[in-house]
């Protein structure tokens, strides 16, 4: 059989060239498609009927294919003009068209690593496997295989995909489905309420969070295979899809369908019980607050358990009048903070007493954190407490009204800031002066100890460890304190009749143990969870790997060897080096001799160190690298610039240079942390003092008895809490 196709001379066929070709990538085990299967398109009998249809003069009012054709719309008898059309586009011959149960080739797409798929009618980047439009394709060689560019033609790639109805518009694609052959694969997590998929485990957390937020975060979720059109675009295009594996038949399908229904049997037998009823299987810490049996008692979603105490959001619609509780709540605590400084030393002495009858009143008075920044961290719990009181007036039934009069003051939105100062105090006050008993039906009745229980919820519905349980509570006993001393300090000034010493003992019986208050119960669960902390061992977090040289080990499960720590020290230096050098003193070639630096630590003088020592005069010219950077040399030549006649900082310059500085700073404090013997912790290798001040925190060299304020001697005992002892 002959087969006549009519090439014009101007615009000669290109030939296959086969080294341009990339491997197939399909394999046998792929499942067909939607599409015909290959056994309907005998290439013999379309050739024949290509050949025919030249001699045929069907009626030119033939029937257009659709937008999105099956492969049977490419071997149906053509019309005259489509024949004619077919005849006269160079290299576009049926002849040259090679058919697959997938794909659809063309000698030049595949010198382009391009293929048709031939289900959709899209085509696919072989090297990239993603999908590309008819109108696409020299950009997507632009930016990705600008080395196939010499082989592009725009007319006769246009005139192929126009025979092969590609389509100029990627295709919307919904899953659950089969494969899409052409696009990559990729390992995705499922949800198990929609049909979406995300690669990552933070994506799909989120994703849960915003769309599902009523139903209770799975602890694992489905693994799956998912495809997507692009991995860049905007639109559907980089919209992920689930792949369902191949379809079995016959008896192999029965024989799954009969597993799955065992494993769900299975499954529901096999389901975690989250309040077991064995005493042996729930921890200590749970035994006494029953904290998991109160939660179950709620009937409410995790979620919403832990939203509930969640800080406010202006984002949300729910808790756009709070925007700004935690401003108020913040100004509140300051305030009472700056009582501390006119408030009598006993009132605070006895504040910070919290069990006289047992301990005696405490010589340390209560006092403010050594960093102000700290009491923002301190005040988070109460913000969610008072947001839950805000969020859901149950809790209260005897302190509804004035919850109700600072919840509308929240929504009127009350100009005067100390009024709902003033609101807040009276809330708190409320709450924490209110003997709170147990009943049958709530095992909790204290707000806030629900408040704490739910702060240590977790997402899967489990409890925090004792051991993370303290901190929260010694931040409400902090903010406790606090409210008591405005209500003393206020007590005082309203009646001339009263002290700060009559107010306290009023409000006394309310921030001790072993009274029937909140500070008493939070007290005692702070003991009971030092005491489990204290007594329970950890699990090893350590597995010897190598029970010979013990070179190697595992840390929580990730391999470690000795040789990679040493590796750690070595890039810190490289990396210092490098910093050094090429970003603080960008290029300039400055020395420091110190082979021979003199210090005297028995030296207490203010302002004395070792670098303002006179003996040590390497130190003395401290203005170089300022000089260097005033005059433009080595890599500060834009630090300064000339504006209206003066010189001002180049501030942009300045800040990449400090952050640079900063990151060799880290790195200098991390190796003097790693191999100095510094102290364990990096808080105290940062507050360490490089010259003397009026007041340091220890002396600078040793100190004799004789030197001690307190004037104790070797023959005395020593003084309580004295640093010298």
């Known amino acids: 059989m002959e087969i006549v196709t009519n090439v014009p001379p101007q615009m000669p066929a290109i030939p296959q060239d086969e080294t341009m070709k990339s491997p197939s990538i399909l394999s046998n085990d792929d499942a067909p498609m939607h599409s015909p299967p290959a056994a309907a398109f005998d290439m013999s009998d379309k050739m024949e009927e290509s050949a025919m249809a030249s001699q045929r003069a069907p009626s030119p009012r033939s029937p257009q294919p659709k937008e999105g054709p099956s492969i049977m719309s490419l071997v149906h008898t053509p019309s005259t003009s489509q024949a004619a059309t077919q005849v006269n586009q160079p290299g576009t011959s049926m002849a040259d068209v090679r058919m697959e149960p997938h794909f659809i080739h063309h000698p030049y797409l595949d010198s382009l690593n391009l293929v048709v798929n031939a289900e959709f009618h899209f085509l696919t980047c072989q090297l990239c496997q993603e999908g590309i439009t008819a109108t696409a394709g020299r950009a997507h060689l632009v930016n990705k295989h600008p080395e196939l560019l010499p082989n592009f033609d725009q007319g006769h790639f246009q005139a192929i995909t126009s025979q092969l109805q590609v389509m100029t518009s990627l295709p919307t694609i919904a899953g659950p489905r089969s494969k899409v052959h052409g696009l990559a694969e990729f390992d995705a997590l499922a949800c198990d309420h929609c049909a979406l998929v995300y690669t990552t485990l933070k994506s799909i957390r989120k994703h849960h969070a915003t769309a599902h937020r009523e139903v209770p975060a799975p602890q694992h979720w489905r693994s799956c295979r998912a495809q997507r059109m692009r991995p860049e675009g905007a639109g559907t295009v980089r919209q992920l899809w689930e792949v369902t594996s191949n379809a079995i038949v016959g008896e192999d399908s029965r024989e799954k369908a009969l597993v799955d229904k065992l494993l769900t049997e299975l499954d529901q037998q096999l389901k975690t019980v989250q309040v077991p009823t064995d005493g042996r299987l729930i921890t200590p810490w749970l035994l006494t607050t029953r904290w998991n049996e109160w939660a179950k008692w709620l009937n409410k979603p995790t979620e919403e358990l832990r939203a509930l105490v969640s800080l406010p959001r202006p984002s949300s619609a729910e808790d756009e009048h709070y925007s700004t509780l935690s401003d108020s709540i913040r100004l509140y605590f300051e305030e009472a903070v700056m009582l501390i400084d006119t408030t009598d030393e006993l009132v605070l002495q006895r504040l910070n007493s919290p069990d006289p009858a047992k301990e005696g009143i405490s010589n340390m008075p209560f006092h403010k954190h050594m960093h102000q920044s700290t009491l923002k961290q301190y005040i988070h719990p109460i913000i969610c407490f008072v947001a839950m009181l805000l969020r859901d007036l149950w809790f209260l039934p005897d302190a509804n009204m004035e919850i109700s009069r600072l919840d509308d003051m929240f929504q009127e939105g009350a100009p005067d800031q100390s009024q709902i100062m003033r609101q807040i105090h009276i809330v708190l006050l409320k709450v924490w002066t209110t003997p709170w008993s147990k009943s049958k039906y709530h095992i909790v009745p204290d707000p806030t100890e629900s408040c704490l229980a739910l702060l240590t919820l977790n997402r899967d519905g489990s409890f925090k460890q004792p051991k993370d349980v303290t901190k929260l509570i010694a931040k409400f006993e902090y903010c406790m304190r606090l409210t008591f001393l405005r209500e003393i300090r206020a007590r005082a000034s309203a009646s001339p009749e009263m002290d700060e010493a009559m107010a306290c003992d009023g409000l006394q019986p309310w921030f001790v143990e072993k009274n029937y208050s909140t500070f008493a119960r939070l007290r005692s669960l702070q003991h009971r969870a030092s005491a489990i902390a204290f007594s329970t061992m950890s699990l090893p977090r350590i597995w010897w790997t190598d029970s010979e040289a013990w ?77 260097a950077v005033v005059e433009g040399k080595g890599g500060f030549s834009k630090f300064l610039l000339r504006y209206q006649g003066e010189l001002v900082w180049n501030q942009s310059a300045l800040r990449g240079w400090l952050q640079d500085y900063a990151e060799m700073q880290k790195l200098l404090l991390m190796r003097a942390e790693m191999l100095s013997g510094a102290p364990s912790r990096g808080s105290e290798l940062t507050a360490m003092l490089y010259r003397n001040t009026q007041a340091p925190p220890h002396p600078a060299g040793p100190i004799l008895q004789d030197d001690c304020p307190h004037g104790a001697r070797q023959a005395d005992p020593p003084f309580p809490g004295c640093p010298y002892q």
């Open 551 to 627: 070179t190697s080990l595992n840390y929580k499960g990730n391999p470690i060897a000795f040789s990679d720590v040493c590796l750690i020290f070595r890039d810190v230096e490289q990396k210092l080096v490098d910093i050094w050098e090429n970003k603080v003193l960008r290029g300039l070639q400055l020395r420091v001799d110190y082979d021979h630096i003199l210090d005297d630590p028995s030296e207490r003088n203010v302002g004395y160190s070792f670098m303002f020592d006179p003996r040590n005069t390497c130190f003395q010219d401290r203005a170089r690298l300022v000089r």
